[in-house]
């Protein structure tokens, strides 16, 4: 089976935006996300488009703040510091990545975490590791919720992750191995936590055998065809986070988008499987509005 991201994706909006509406209709303040743009990197820019635009379909406000590339680290860092100290915004996030001259590290670091909706301060991450309620990053949560929604329980299952990020590997292999009770807050019912789980990275030894024992494999690898037909138990579930570009001069672009994963052969042994695109990419921008609205409801309302 198919999991469809996309029209997950849809669902949720449609709830959030009925959660931001009931607000209102209380006269309650609703939530606020800001968003800082350092330079005009043209992905950003897209990404940051889309980012605003989906707040305004839900109903979230969005404010927009922009610095040229030349800014100092130093302002940003003050910048920082007026957001965390801001009462009307509840979560804000520097879009990544900064030119050079700025030390990611030292602008995430001084992000206070409650207001952390992308999920990337030490601070987000350590509380994640220890099991207390954090924010987790969009793509390990999309991941969580795709799982939740389809009733796919990780309970007991063997999970095998590949990739060590820090913003997919990582985080994903730690929510999955939780005990649920001290599982985050606000996802949806679904017995997640409570697996095994096995991480694999590019110095591991005999990937295939790994996968074949796993109940669920998660890749994060960013090869395309990594995870082939002969990996894959039948009725495993298979969750492809890979994007990348294949020359395709038929396509209008020039390109097409695949995962990681030989989806053609997979799909027909795999119990569920993401495609790509359509699949875990449609819910990062929605973990994004997930994570504002968690942050105005625990921290900041
Ligand atoms: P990364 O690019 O920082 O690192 C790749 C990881 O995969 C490393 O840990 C490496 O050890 C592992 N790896 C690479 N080749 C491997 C191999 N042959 N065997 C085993 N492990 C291998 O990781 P990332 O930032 O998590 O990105 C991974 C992929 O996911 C990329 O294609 C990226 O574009 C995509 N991505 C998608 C989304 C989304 O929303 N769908 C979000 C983030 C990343």
């Given at each position: 089976?198919?999991?469809?991201?996309?029209?997950?994706?849809?669902?949720?909006?449609?709830?959030?935006?009925?959660?931001?509406?009931?607000?209102?209709?209380?006269?309650?303040?609703?939530?606020?996300?800001?968003?800082?743009?350092?330079?005009?990197?043209?992905?950003?820019?897209?990404?940051?488009?889309?980012?605003?635009?989906?707040?305004?379909?839900v109903g979230i406000e969005a404010e927009r703040i922009?610095?040229?590339?030349?800014?100092?680290?130093?302002?940003?860092?003050?910048?920082?510091?007026?957001?965390?100290?801001?009462?009307?915004i509840d979560g804000f996030i520097v879009q990544l990545?900064?030119?050079?001259?700025?030390?990611?590290?030292?602008?995430?670091?001084?992000?206070?975490?409650?207001?952390?909706?992308?999920?990337?301060?030490?601070?987000?991450?350590?509380?994640?590791?220890?099991?207390?309620?954090?924010?987790?990053?969009?793509?390990?949560?999309?991941?969580?919720?795709?799982?939740?929604?389809?009733?796919?329980?990780?309970?007991?299952?063997?999970?095998?992750?590949?990739?060590?990020?820090?913003?997919?590997?990582?985080?994903?292999?730690?929510?999955?191995?939780?005990?649920?009770?001290?599982?985050?807050?606000?996802?949806?019912?679904?017995?997640?936590?409570?697996?095994?789980?096995?991480?694999?990275?590019?110095?591991?030894?005999?990937?295939?055998?790994?996968?074949?024992?796993?109940?669920?494999?998660?890749?994060?690898?960013?090869?395309?065809?990594?995870?082939?037909?002969?990996?894959?138990?039948?009725?495993?579930?298979?969750?492809?986070?890979?994007?990348?570009r294949i020359d395709d001069p038929s396509a209008p672009?020039?390109?097409?988008?695949?995962?990681?994963?030989?989806?053609?052969?997979?799909?027909?042994?795999?119990?569920?499987?993401?495609?790509?695109?359509?699949?875990?990419?449609?819910?990062?921008?929605?973990?994004?509005?997930?994570?504002?609205?968690?942050?105005?409801?625990?921290?900041?309302?």
């Open positions: 089976m198919i999991i469809d991201g996309k029209q997950i994706a849809q669902t949720i909006r449609g709830e959030l935006r009925d959660q931001i509406a009931a607000l209102r209709a209380e006269g309650k303040r609703v939530p606020k996300l800001a968003v800082v743009m350092v330079g005009h990197n043209p992905a950003s820019e897209t990404y940051v488009a889309n980012k605003l635009k989906a707040c305004a379909e922009s610095y040229d590339e030349y800014v100092t680290e130093q302002t940003l860092l003050t910048e920082v510091h007026r957001l965390n100290n801001d009462d009307s990545p900064l030119p050079e001259h700025i030390n990611e590290l030292n602008i995430l670091s001084a992000i206070d975490y409650r207001k952390d909706v992308d999920g990337l301060t030490p601070e987000n991450i350590g509380r994640t590791v220890q099991g207390l309620p954090s924010i987790v990053s969009a793509t390990p949560r999309g991941i969580r919720e795709l799982l939740a929604r389809y009733n796919i329980a990780t309970e007991g299952k063997h999970v095998v992750v590949i990739g060590r990020s820090n913003i997919v590997g990582k985080p994903i292999a730690m929510l999955l191995m939780q005990r649920p009770y001290l599982s985050l807050p606000g996802m949806s019912a679904a017995s997640l936590g409570d697996a095994t789980v096995t991480v694999c990275h590019s110095k591991t030894q005999d990937l295939a055998a790994i996968c074949r024992t796993a109940d669920i494999i998660i890749v994060a690898a960013g090869s395309p065809n990594l995870v082939t037909a002969s990996m894959v138990k039948p009725g495993a579930t298979v969750v492809d986070v890979g994007i990348n672009r020039g390109y097409r988008l695949v995962g990681d994963v030989d989806f053609e052969h997979v799909a027909p042994i795999a119990g569920y499987i993401t495609p790509v695109p359509g699949g875990v990419g449609p819910m990062t921008i929605v973990s994004l509005l997930q994570n504002t609205i968690q942050a105005y409801h625990e921290y900041t309302r």
